[in-house]
């Protein structure tokens, strides 16, 4: 018998080609993982400089809002509204016609209520529970509002952020007044060490949250919370009102 035909040798060359097999596929497994690796490290890589890049558009895009509403407000402030008050003293000194006097009066006082709307003056010296209160004053005349503010640290006290949760707030009760046919609106706003929350509930028609999450203010509010690093929810049945939920963690 050939030693090749030996039963020692046939197993030993059976043993030696699952060896080189076996090392083999092991060799390939481990290039196909590294592969693989590399592809999803490449994706994250790239996933990461896309969100980068949308956080960096998102925050360009918020401030330069932020500082055209501020050239407006100023241009109204400065401009219009210097011009109405010389003209209602200059009505005042020459004519005695009230009722150009009362319109010139009314015009200047949502001249003024337009520009601290776009800017809200003196915002970094104003605490938010402030703002939101002089906010929601020119609203009372549409709404019946209530309010709480349970601070119970001064939290989240940058003017980035007082303005941006105004902000939020604005948009809400435009949405309120324009679409919710509402009577009643309710404001709570919670300040804590760890967190800021904010619930703003009315009485409105109500809308089915799922058919009607696509419009313009609502991607405002969400771009403003997505910007602030927030979470936001909203609750409504149609008939029965609308709640919006606002959460700031404190980091």
């Given at each position: 018998m050939e030693t090749w035909?030996?039963?020692?040798?046939?197993?030993?060359?059976?043993?030696?080609?699952?060896?080189?097999?076996?090392v083999l596929l092991t060799v390939i497994i481990f290039l196909i993982r590294a592969i693989f690796k590399k592809i999803i490290k490449a994706k994250e890589k790239e996933a990461a400089a896309q969100l980068d890049y949308q956080k960096n558009l998102l925050e360009t895009t918020i401030k330069t809002q932020e500082i055209e509403r501020h050239r407006i407000a100023a241009d109204i402030h400065d401009g219009l509204i210097g011009k109405l008050t010389a003209l209602k003293m200059q009505q005042e000194i020459t004519n005695n016609d009230q009722k150009t006097?009362?319109?010139?009066?009314?015009?200047?006082?949502?001249?003024?209520?337009?520009?601290?709307?776009?800017?809200?003056p003196l915002?970094?010296?104003?605490?938010?529970?402030?703002?939101?209160?002089?906010?929601?004053?020119?609203?009372?005349?549409?709404?019946?509002?209530s309010t709480i503010f349970d601070i119970r640290a001064e939290v989240n006290d940058r003017e980035e952020f007082k303005v941006q949760?105004?902000?939020?707030?604005?948009?809400?009760?435009t949405n309120t007044i324009?679409?919710?046919?509402?009577?009643?609106?309710?404001?709570?706003?919670?300040?804590?060490e760890n967190y800021m929350a904010l619930r703003i509930i009315d009485n409105g028609k109500g809308y089915d949250?799922?058919?009607?999450?696509?419009?313009?203010?609502?991607?405002?509010?969400?771009?403003?919370?997505?910007?602030?690093?927030?979470?936001?929810?909203?609750?409504?049945t149609v008939g029965k009102g609308t709640t919006n939920l606002f959460l700031f963690t404190n980091t």
């Open positions: 035909q030996k039963p020692e040798t046939i197993i030993l060359w059976i043993t030696i080609v699952a060896l080189f097999v076996i006097i009362e319109a010139l009066h009314e015009s200047i006082t949502i001249a003024r209520r337009i520009s601290h709307d776009l800017s809200p915002v970094e010296f104003t605490k938010l529970p402030e703002l939101i209160k002089e906010l929601l004053d020119p609203w009372e005349q549409h709404l019946q509002i949760v105004t902000r939020l707030i604005q948009e809400i009760i324009k679409h919710a046919e509402a009577t009643y609106l309710h404001l709570h706003l919670k300040q804590t949250v799922a058919k009607n999450s696509k419009g313009l203010g609502t991607k405002n509010i969400e771009t403003r919370v997505q910007f602030l690093k927030g979470t936001h929810k909203v609750k409504s």
